[in-house]
């Protein structure tokens, strides 16, 4: 053997440009390379948003928000009515102790300059500069493992692995029930823009590598080879169906035609891969991963679905309270679910509803079903769907559908009993009309990021629909507070709660639908005022139509005001507010948002404005949005 070597010694070599590339050894190690790069940046993600994971591990809220359960609760008595002396002396001294931990200025100045740069949102595409950030990364990686070391014009097959390669990440990145989405403590809503521009690139490497073989054919007078070849056009079918799904997700046809989208996103996926594995015998090892994570994703789901009696309401023609009473807890307060209502000719349509209360062992409410505690969800009567719904609320009830029922709610929210149809009512008491329907509830999915309990002043802001969001942000913190400050065996940690000052705003187009929710803000407001609680709650509404000036409910702390909120000033004025707590050193200040994406958009850019030396001022500023759009 080392005589054979020594012979080939000063044999001559032949020239790299005749050399032949050996592409089917280099570019699946390109391939496994771009997928380490991936992986290593998820992992760097995880480990910079640890301290959320660990906080929420803390408070034992990483455990809930699974999957809804039911059981028998007792729900709440007022503060203090079963507390001897001795336990409400107690309890004022967990007060004045509860909000010792501080968050440490320097990081409080540090995420303050990191917030400046990176929520600042690009006009009209919804994606602030921290997201394109993590974007332009990917792409750079990618074409980096696209383009080194490789002869694209002559073999354009590293472009056709990378494709490949991105499958796996792509579909990480699109599940409801994805371990990412844990990792990240992010709703999977909130990563869906990764899913959406990753199938983008996918696309464009895809593009690459059939636009050059294409070039390649037709310069070497091959073009038949696409007439008569199974390869090129088993090749040129799996591009047609990657570009139809692609341009079938594009959100004016989401809008428009969602179901279409979904049903064409599913079946159109399943036809790619097995087009592309009959194109290439390289795609099955990238085509199992994408497999076993939807697999999954379909077992968490199934194991999440319930099927319950539900109820519905119908405030007016314009909005649909959906009452679940066989639901104890399950979820956290800013999380949805997807909702199936069993009723003609919509068997297969769910919707994702905002849950738009706390659970029962944390509420401050009660719902107007059958019995205390439940799940409360708002359709507004938009589209066909919850326009159904509507009207199905507000239809006389057939025998043989369900039953129809009516409670009275006295004057004082706690005051409910249950009466028939027929039964007289007086000038002090509400008739409520319900109807019985039954529902498939999948979920619950997303939530908010942040713990407001831990920000001692929370500046909320709805649009719209928005309000089911902030509304059961709102009633899980002053549910929350209540039990802390009860000494509750269940209560929460004393030094997890801090939050002494909310202002809540809603921007609605009439007054008449601030009656949707009036008795829940009005219990709310009513908890809130007790002043052994040590909260204030103001609420804030701007309504942009000075109609039904009659409408307009007694909320406590209420303010009115026929404009159109400037988000930034708002905000602004929060930050001086008299009322703000402990505006030097204090313990920071959260800001929550939902509703059309334009009010998100502004939410974001508000905050980044605000910079980090006041951030520091007010001890750190955390931002959750949520965003109503498709």
Partial sequence: MLQHRDSLEGAPVAPDEFEQYDSYNIDPYYARKFTAFWAAGVGAFVVFYFPYLWRSIKTGRIWQGWAVYERKIRGYSHLDDNLSPEEKISSRKAQATMRARRPSPTFA???????????????????????????????????????????????????????????????????????????????????????????????????????LWIRNRIKSGQADRFRTQNKEKEGLAAYTLLCLIVLASLRPVRRVAYNFFFTFHVVGIAGFFIVVCYHTEHASPWIYPPIAFYAFDLLVRVTRMRIKDAYLEAPDTEMTLIHVPDASGGWIAGQHVKLRVFFEGRLLESHPLSILNAPPSISSLKTTSLKEGGMILAARAAGDWSKAINILARSELPEDCGQLMTHYVDEDPDMMELGTLSAATDSSRVAIAERRVSVMIDGPYGGSSIDFASCENVLMIAGGSGITFTLGILDDLVGRIRLARSGSGNAPRQDMINTRHITFIWCLRSKGHISWFSRYFQKIGQVASDTSLDILVRFRFYITCPCDPAAIPNIPNMTILESKPDISQCLSDFLVDDHLVSPIGGSGVGVVASGPERLTTDTRNAVAKIGPSLARRVGGIELHTEAYTL
């Fill in 109 to 211: 100045f540090l995420k303050g300059a990191l917030d400046y740069i990176v929520l600042r949102t690009l006009p009209h595409t919804g994606i602030d500069l921290g997201q394109v950030f993590a974007l332009s990364m990917y792409l750079l990686t990618l074409l980096l493992c696209v383009t080194i070391q490789a002869p694209l014009q002559s073999n354009a097959n590293r472009a056709g692995f990378l494709s490949l390669a991105q499958l796996p990440f792509i579909f990480i990145f699109g599940l409801k029930a994805s371990p990412v989405t844990f990792l990240l403590g992010r709703g999977y809503e909130k990563l869906n823009f990764i899913h959406r521009w990753a199938g983008r690139m996918l696309l464009l490497t895809a593009t690459v590598h059939g636009s």
